[in-house]
C-alpha cells in the first residue's frame, strides 16, 4: 500500500488508498465495457439466428443476378454484338463508295444501317449503325430522319461523337433552322479539341452566326481559328472573313 510520509515521522496510508480505489474504478469500466461488447455480440448473434433464411435468400439472389449479368454480356450480348457487325460489312463497303441509298437500305441480300440499327439497337454495333444511317440520311437530303438517327447514337470516341454532332447541325441549316444549327456546331467543336473537326465546326458556326445578323460572335469564332488553328485548312482563307465580319459589325 502507498503511503506519504509527514515530516513527523507519521505515515498517511490515505494516497494508497485513493491510487487503489482507483484503479479499481478502472478495472469496473473496464469489465463493463466487455460486458456490453459482449452483449452486443450475442444480440447479433440471436438476430443472424433469427433471420438465417432471409440472409441466405438475400445472398443468393445478389449472386444469381451477379451471374446473369455476367452470363447475358458473355453469351448473349457479345455474340449479338458480333453478329450485328457481321451484318454491317457489306453496308460499310456500300458507304466507303458513296452508295448510300444502299448502305442504308441493303441490297436485298445484306442489310442496311437503318436495319441494323433496328434489329440490333441493344449492341455497341447498333448504336453505331445509327450514326451511318444518319449520315446516310444526310447525304440524301431527309434531315428529320438523319436527325433522328444521329441523337440515337452515342460513342466514347470524341472525334466520331464531334462529326455526329456537326452533322446534326448540317441537318438543322438545311432545315432552315438556324439557332439549332449553331448549338450543334458548337456543342461539335467544343466536345473535342482537335486541330481536324475544332475548326470544321467552329467556321461552320460563325458562318451560321454571320446568317442570323450576329457579326460579333461570327468574329470571335474566326479569330479563335486564326490564333489558335492556324495551321489547318480552314484558317487558310480566314483573314477575308474576319474582314467581312469586321465590316459587317
Not at 441493303?106 to 444501317?113: K, N, S, V
Not at 447498333?126 to 440524301?140: E, H, S
Not at 432552315?176 to 467552329?202: Q, R
Request: hydrophobic share 35%; glycine share 6%; proline share 1%.
Amino acid at each position: 500500500m502507498l503511503s506519504k510520509t509527514f515530516s513527523n515521522g507519521k505515515k498517511d496510508y490515505f494516497c494508497g488508498s485513493k491510487f487503489l480505489y482507483e484503479m479499481a474504478k478502472k478495472t469496473d469500466r473496464t469489465e463493463e465495457q466487455l460486458a456490453a461488447v459482449e452483449e452486443t455480440l450475442s444480440r447479433t448473434e440471436q438476430w443472424i439466428e433469427s433471420n438465417q433464411k432471409p440472409l441466405i435468400t438475400t445472398v443468393f439472389v445478389i449472386v444469381g443476378m451477379i451471374a446473369l449479368y455476367l452470363g447475358y454480356g458473355k453469351f448473349y450480348a457479345e455474340p449479338l454484338n458480333e453478329e450485328a457487325h457481321a451484318e454491317m460489312f457489306m453496308a460499310e463497303k456500300y458507304f466507303e463508295t458513296d452508295s448510300f441509298n444502299l448502305a442504308l437500305n441493303g441490297d436485298g441480300q445484306y442489310l442496311g444501317f437503318a436495319d441494323v440499327a433496328d434489329d440490333y439497337s441493344g449492341t455497341a454495333a447498333g448504336r453505331l449503325a445509327n450514326y451511318y444511317a444518319g449520315i446516310c440520311y444526310l447525304n440524301l437530303g431527309d434531315n428529320e430522319s438523319a436527325i433522328d438517327h444521329l441523337s440515337s447514337f452515342s460513342a466514347n470516341d470524341e472525334m466520331i461523337s464531334s462529326i455526329a454532332l456537326g452533322s446534326m447541325g448540317d441537318a438543322y441549316m438545311n432545315l432552315g433552322e438556324i439557332d439549332n444549327a449553331i448549338s450543334y456546331y458548337e456543342k461539335a467543336a467544343n466536345n473535342s479539341d482537335n486541330k481536324f473537326t475544332t475548326p470544321i465546326y467552329l467556321k461552320r458556326a460563325a458562318l451560321a452566326h454571320e446568317s442570323n445578323g450576329n457579326y460579333s460572335d461570327a468574329l470571335a469564332h474566326y479569330e479563335t481559328i486564326k490564333t489558335v488553328y492556324a495551321e489547318t485548312q480552314e484558317a487558310a482563307d480566314i483573314e477575308k472573313y474576319i474582314t467581312r465580319a469586321s465590316l459587317m459589325k
